[in-house]
């Protein structure tokens, strides 16, 4: 396995989009989103995508120079159209602007249209934290799950990240999952690397369930009904609220690479301190933190597997397989951007 050290992939992947035309301030938020992603340990929507979007973005389905257009529409309230631009600084766009909201309104609420894909959804909610708000965020995907007792593939993975500060003001308490068991990039790395997905997380185009990669076309909701309750109501919220499409009409990630993603997201910010218990809030989920944790050392509060996996990796270096670091060499050399330097782990 190699390794890379987090400064020196942050770099790479700077660089490389700047030579799609990406501008160095844009380049850097993407850059750093999926640099932290890697650290979190969330290697599905970490560096390992930057081939992805460098195919698109080369291929003129994302735009490296998004003219992004934000309308406030009402006191809490706001709409970004993201020009298909790449959705990590899409969000991260409309995240600030759903925090400057709040601050004035005690809540802020932006509906985003013609993004793309954005990465792993933690990234804005802890965004709103280190900005001293809670932050809730969901966003939807192509068709990748069936419905609970369906057979095929209707709405996407959908995930949905909340967070709420703590005394830690970089380690919030964070929840960031899709509404299926797992997201469909697990089944694409593994795939990649060779590796194995255990049977009941995906199915067949049979609708019966699989552990064979090939066979997987789409995956199973969390908890049955619930995760297929969830995902539908988050569809509903970032596709149509924000005129998009939903489950089966939106473009897909990895076939329809001629076609713009047009996806919705829905941000969330809201002021702590507008409430009866904000004054004390950090103090009190970091004391239920503690509590919990009283109950034995496996037991983790959401968000600490991603922090301890950060402190791990910034010590012995964020691990690349071997195929992405190929893929990592041809692009390198496709861009004439000096590759990354790795080490052995």
Same mark, same amino acid.
């Given at each position: 396995?190699?390794a890379?050290s987090s400064?020196?992939?942050s770099?790479?992947v700077?660089?490389v989009?700047?030579?799609?035309?990406? %501008?160095?301030?844009?380049?850097?938020?993407?850059?750093?989103?999926?640099?932290?992603?890697?650290?979190?340990?969330?290697?599905?929507?970490?560096?390992?995508r930057?081939p !992805?979007?460098l195919?698109?973005?080369?291929?003129?389905t994302?735009?490296?120079?998004? =003219?992004l257009q934000?309308?406030e529409?009402?006191a809490a309230?706001? =709409?970004?159209d993201?020009? !298909?631009?790449?959705?990590?600084?899409v969000?991260?766009f409309?995240?600030?602007k759903?925090?400057?909201?709040a601050?004035?309104?005690?809540?802020?609420?932006?509906?985003?249209?013609n993004?793309s894909?954005?990465?792993?959804?933690?990234?804005?909610?802890?965004?709103?934290?280190?900005?001293g708000?809670?932050?809730?965020?969901?966003? !939807?995907t192509?068709?990748l799950?069936? %419905?609970?007792?369906?057979?095929?593939?209707?709405?996407?993975?959908n995930?949905i990240?909340i967070?709420i500060?703590?005394?830690i003001v970089?380690?919030?308490?964070c929840?960031?999952?899709?509404t299926?068991?797992?997201p469909?990039?697990?089944i694409?790395?593994?795939?990649?690397?060779?590796?194995?997905?255990p049977?009941?997380?995906?199915v067949?185009?049979?609708?019966e369930d699989?552990?064979?990669?090939?066979?997987m076309?789409a995956?199973?909701?969390i908890?049955? !009904?619930k995760?297929?309750a969830?995902?539908f109501?988050?569809d509903m919220?970032?596709?149509?609220?924000?005129?998009?499409a939903?489950?089966?009409?939106?473009?897909?990630?990895?076939?329809d690479l001629?076609?713009?993603?047009?996806?919705?997201s829905?941000?969330?910010a809201?002021?702590?301190?507008?409430f009866?218990?904000?004054?004390?809030l950090s103090q009190?989920v970091t004391q239920?933190? =503690?509590e919990?944790?009283a109950?034995g050392?496996?037991i983790?509060?959401?968000g600490?597997?991603?922090y301890?996996?950060?402190?791990n990796r910034?010590e012995?270096?964020?691990?690349?397989e071997a195929?992405?670091?190929?893929?990592?060499?041809?692009w390198s050399?496709?861009?004439?951007?000096?590759p990354?330097?790795?080490v052995?782990c």
């Amino acid at each position: 396995m190699l390794a890379i050290s987090s400064d020196k992939l942050s770099l790479w992947v700077r660089q490389v989009l700047m030579a799609t035309g990406m %501008p160095e301030s844009e380049a850097e938020i993407v850059a750093s989103g999926l640099v932290q992603t890697s650290l979190w340990g969330i290697d599905s929507h970490g560096v390992a995508r930057v081939p !992805h979007y460098l195919n698109r973005l080369t291929g003129g389905t994302l735009n490296p120079r998004p =003219q992004l257009q934000f309308t406030e529409t009402g006191a809490a309230t706001g =709409q970004l159209d993201g020009n !298909h631009g790449l959705g990590i600084f899409v969000c991260h766009f409309a995240m600030e602007k759903a925090i400057s909201l709040a601050r004035n309104a005690g809540v802020g609420i932006v509906g985003i249209s013609n993004s793309s894909h954005c990465g792993a959804i933690g990234l804005y909610t802890r965004q709103a934290c280190l900005a001293g708000m809670m932050g809730i965020a969901f966003t !939807h995907t192509d068709a990748l799950v069936v %419905p609970h007792l369906g057979k095929r593939a209707f709405f996407g993975t959908n995930p949905i990240s909340i967070a709420i500060p703590s005394r830690i003001v970089d380690r919030p308490l964070c929840v960031d999952m899709a509404t299926s068991i797992v997201p469909w990039n697990r089944i694409v790395n593994a795939r990649r690397d060779g590796s194995s997905i255990p049977l009941g997380l995906a199915v067949n185009e049979e609708g019966e369930d699989t552990d064979e990669l090939r066979e997987m076309v789409a995956l199973k909701p969390i908890a049955e !009904h619930k995760g297929y309750a969830l995902g539908f109501m988050i569809d509903m919220l970032c596709g149509p609220l924000n005129g998009m499409a939903f489950g089966p009409h939106v473009t897909n990630m990895y076939k329809d690479l001629n076609r713009n993603r047009c996806l919705g997201s829905l941000m969330i910010a809201i002021d702590p301190q507008r409430f009866a218990g904000g004054a004390l809030l950090s103090q009190v989920v970091t004391q239920a933190i =503690q509590e919990v944790k009283a109950q034995g050392e496996a037991i983790l509060f959401p968000g600490e597997p991603e922090y301890e996996s950060e402190t791990n990796r910034r010590e012995v270096g964020i691990p690349i397989e071997a195929a992405v670091a190929l893929e990592f060499r041809d692009w390198s050399e496709k861009l004439s951007v000096i590759p990354p330097e790795y080490v052995n782990c």
